[in-house]
């Protein structure tokens, strides 16, 4: 019996695949759908895992673009393997153009309470550069149907660093966003990722910016510096907190689920490619649809995680969180002293002004933030 799991339910499916995107998606018919169902909800009532399920939340690719009907008996499969408790947080990924009022209602029945909308800008010619299939009028029509069908945790997924966007326009969309009052914002900066048309369009400007150079798509150096600054200065003022280091939330709407993520809490993933971390043992499914259709739920991978690497775990996820680690539950976790661990690279970090020590946490500054993946790379033990 494994206490509080988190579940996460992989749709990999997407109505046309964005030219940044490197996750496992892609298009498929309606028939390719219907046996991927099938093959998930096998994998879910053959599952050996027993325990509560605090969270679930279904990702993908574009989990809205199954009939509500299909997400409704995914989750009857949940429930029939696991116990969900009233107050479980249930999030759906939706993208804009891709509900109805039909299924919101359907959702809803299926205990969906959060949804999480990719709408990533505000203005349609950047929306455009990215590939995505929606306008800011299509969003609006889905984020107001969803309110109209009461839901009442929305996210809103955004992004910067696009190409053709300025500070100004980035400015226009945190503002036309927070007029909307959803309840929780994810704000991240575009990565550039090999392998991905983006790559091969934009491949030459990330070089110039790296060196400092002017570009000639993508958002200058200084100016996604600005678009940094710009969001939580803005998003605080609209009553957002930043909880970790690109979301941000109301009071008492912090994603559960990605929290639990960053805790390390035990969670199981089902479906193509999903990941699962159980009692220390990580693992993947599949990433062949072939193999997953023909029911191969086998352990890919599996690795169990060594004290250094959960410590290492511990520590750079953790600190992503804006409230950090506990030095007491580290010690507790791992049965040895901080200091005779990160003792060295903390104080060093603390003396730079990257690190800061409260009430027996550990957090990252503001500068600390603004540098996270160089800070978090200090606690990596084994290099």
Same mark, same amino acid.
């Given at each position: 019996m494994i206490n509080k799991l988190e579940l996460y339910i992989h749709i990999p499916f997407c109505i046309r695949k964005c030219a940044y995107c490197d996750f496992l998606s892609f298009p498929a018919g309606e028939k390719d759908r219907q046996s991927y169902v099938e093959a998930l909800l096998d994998e879910i009532y053959g599952a050996k895992e027993k325990g509560d399920a605090a969270t679930v939340f279904f990702g993908g690719g574009t989990p809205s673009i199954l009939p509500g009907k299909e997400i409704g008996r995914i989750m009857d499969a949940v429930r029939a393997k696991y116990s969900v408790p009233e107050d479980a947080e249930i999030t759906l990924e939706a993208n804009p153009g891709t509900l109805n009022r039909k299924k919101l209602e359907e959702w809803k029945k299926a205990g969906i309470n959060r949804l999480s909308l990719g709408l990533q800008s505000a203005e349609?010619?950047?929306?455009?550069?990215?590939?995505?299939?929606?306008?800011?009028?299509?969003?609006?029509?889905?984020?107001?149907?969803?309110?109209?069908?009461?839901?009442?945790?929305?996210?809103?997924?955004?992004?910067?660093?696009?190409?053709?966007?300025?500070?100004?326009?980035?400015?226009?969309?945190?503002?036309?966003?927070?007029?909307?009052?959803?309840?929780?914002?994810? +704000?991240? !900066? #575009? @990565?550039? %990722?090999?392998?991905?048309?983006?790559? $091969?369009?934009?491949?030459?400007?990330?070089? /110039?910016?790296?060196?400092?150079?002017?570009?000639?798509?993508?958002?200058?150096?200084?100016?996604?510096?600005?678009?940094?600054?710009?969001?939580?200065?803005?998003?605080?003022?609209?009553?957002?907190?930043?909880?970790?280091?690109?979301?941000?939330?109301?009071?008492?709407?912090?994603?559960?689920?990605?929290?639990?993520?960053?805790?390390?809490?035990?969670?199981?993933?089902?479906?193509?490619? +999903?990941? !699962? #971390? @159980?009692? %220390?043992?990580?693992?993947?499914?599949? $990433?062949?649809?072939?193999?997953?259709?023909? /029911?191969?739920?086998?352990?890919?991978?599996?690795e169990y995680l060594d004290a250094e690497a959960q410590m290492e775990e511990f520590m750079f996820l953790g600190l992503r969180l804006t409230q950090g680690i506990s030095v007491n539950d580290f010690e507790k976790k791992f049965h040895t002293p901080y200091v005779s661990v990160y003792g060295k690279i903390s104080r060093e970090l603390e003396e730079k002004k990257l690190l800061r020590r409260e009430n027996g946490r550990i957090f990252l500054t503001e500068r600390g933030i603004d540098i996270s993946n160089y800070v978090l790379s200090e606690f990596l033990l084994s290099e």
């Open positions: 349609d010619a950047e929306l455009k550069a990215l590939g995505r299939i929606h306008t800011w009028e299509t969003f609006l029509e889905s984020y107001r149907m969803a309110r109209e069908a009461g839901f009442q945790n929305i996210n809103i997924d955004l992004m910067s660093a696009l190409p053709g966007q300025s500070a100004y326009t980035w400015r226009k969309t945190l503002q036309k966003v927070t007029e909307l009052k959803p309840e929780h914002i994810s +704000a991240y !900066s #575009l @990565i550039v %990722e090999e392998g991905t048309p983006f790559y $091969e369009k934009y491949a030459e400007d990330v070089k /110039r910016r790296e060196k400092g150079l002017p570009c000639g798509f993508l958002p200058s150096e200084d100016e996604e510096r600005q678009m940094y600054y710009d969001t939580e200065k803005i998003l605080k003022a609209e009553g957002y907190r930043r909880y970790e280091i690109s979301n941000y939330a109301r009071e008492g709407f912090e994603c559960r689920h990605n929290c639990g993520y960053w805790e390390r809490k035990n969670y199981r993933g089902f479906g193509l490619g +999903a990941s !699962s #971390l @159980i009692d %220390e043992v990580r693992f993947h499914n599949t $990433e062949s649809m072939e193999n997953y259709q023909n /029911r191969a739920f086998g352990r890919e991978d599996e």
